[in-house]
């Protein structure tokens, strides 16, 4: 997988290089997030429209706070 670092400036190749390696021994996709993501509190109606844009794009969406 090429990975892109416009958002992990700060990963440098030997890092982005031992996340791939730990992908392709797990045979899994791996996120990395400087810090964890703090799941947003979406209403019932927003949680609506996401699972409706989630079926139509056919992806995962993970809304998430960002403060």
């Known amino acids: 997988m090429d990975f892109d670092h416009i958002y ?6 030997e890092a982005v290089g031992e996340i791939q390696s ?3 021994e797990t045979g899994k996709r791996i996120l990395a997030f400087y810090s964890p993501p703090i799941a947003a509190d979406l209403s019932n109606e927003q949680l609506t429209r996401l ?3 989630e ?3 056919c992806v995962r969406l993970v809304a998430y706070d960002t403060h």
């Open 22 to 24: 730990l992908e392709q």
């Open 55 to 57: 079926e139509r794009l």
């Open 51 to 53: 699972k409706k844009l």
């Open 8 to 13: 992990a400036d700060y990963l440098d190749d």
